[in-house]
C-alpha cells in the first residue's frame, strides 16, 4: 500500500478435503477475504504454496489462473451477479460459452443443473422475474453447471433475509452431501453452523479451526 507492506495473511495454513464443507469467518481486517481470494485464484500470493486439486496454482500466470477458475471453481456471491435482461437458463449457460461447449450441450446441461437446485420450471424467467432466493438458486447453478472442483461462497445469504437464508444453507448441505466440496465465507455464526467445520480468521492468522 504506497511505500508500506501490509501482511494480510501471516503463516496461514490448512488442507481441506474433497467433499468438505468449511465456513471462513472473521471480522473485517481479519484476513479471510484475502485467504478467500488466494483460493478462488483471484489473488496469488506473495510467498508460500497453494495446492487445488492436485495443481500448484500459487505460481500461474493471469491466462492459466482464468482458465483454473473456468474450470475448477465455481463462484457464489452475496449479490448474486445474474445479467438482469437475460433468462436464468442463458445465465447458467455463460461459463460454458467460456468452455467451448456448443449451444444444444450448454442448454442441457443448463437444464439439467437448475433442476438439480430445485428451478425447473423457471428457466426462461428473467431476474426480475425471481425472488432473491431463487436468484440466489440461479448464481448457484451458474457456479455448478462446469462441474467444478470447488464451490466458493461469499457471503452467500447477505441479502437475504432469515427463511430464505435457511433455503439456501439446506440447499447447500443438500449439495455437500452430493460430494460437491464448498468453502463459504460468512460473520453469520447461524450460518457457518450448517458447514461440517469452521476456520476462524484474527489479525491475519488462523485462531481456531473446528477440524
Known amino acids: 500500500m504506497g511505500d508500506q507492506q501490509f501482511e494480510a495473511l501471516k503463516g496461514v495454513s490448512f488442507n481441506i478435503a474433497a467433499g468438505e464443507f468449511v465456513a471462513i469467518m472473521g471480522a473485517s481486517g481479519s484476513g479471510k477475504s484475502t485467504c478467500m481470494n488466494i483460493i478462488g485464484c483471484l489473488d496469488r500470493p506473495t510467498s508460500g504454496q497453494y495446492l487445488l486439486d492436485g495443481l500448484d496454482v500459487a505460481g500461474m500466470d493471469g491466462n492459466q489462473l482464468a482458465d483454473i477458475r473456468n474450470q475448477k471453481l465455481g463462484f457464489v456471491f452475496q ?7 437475460t433468462p436464468a437458463v442463458e445465465n447458467i449457460e ?8 456448443g449451444a444444444k450441450e450448454r442448454r442441457a446441461k443448463a437444464m439439467e443443473v437448475l433442476d438439480q437446485v430445485g428451478l425447473a420450471g423457471k428457466e426462461f424467467n428473467h431476474s426480475s422475474q425471481l425472488s432473491g432466493g431463487q436468484q440466489q438458486r440461479v448464481a448457484v447453478a451458474r457456479a455448478l453447471v462446469n462441474k467444478p472442483a470447488l464451490l466458493l461462497a461469499d457471503e452467500p445469504t447477505g441479502n437475504l433475509d432469515s427463511s ?3 433455503e439456501i444453507m439446506a440447499l447447500f448441505t443438500t449439495l455437500n452431501r452430493q460430494g460437491i466440496t464448498i468453502i463459504m465465507v460468512t460473520h453469520e455464526h447461524d450460518v457457518a453452523a450448517h458447514a461440517g467445520r469452521q476456520i476462524t480468521f484474527r489479525d491475519g492468522r488462523i485462531i481456531s479451526d473446528s477440524n
Open 94 to 101: 455463460l461459463p460454458l460459452i467460456y468452455a467451448g461447449l
Open 79 to 85: 449479490g448474486f451477479n445474474l445479467l438482469a435482461r
Open 164 to 166: 430464505t437464508s435457511e
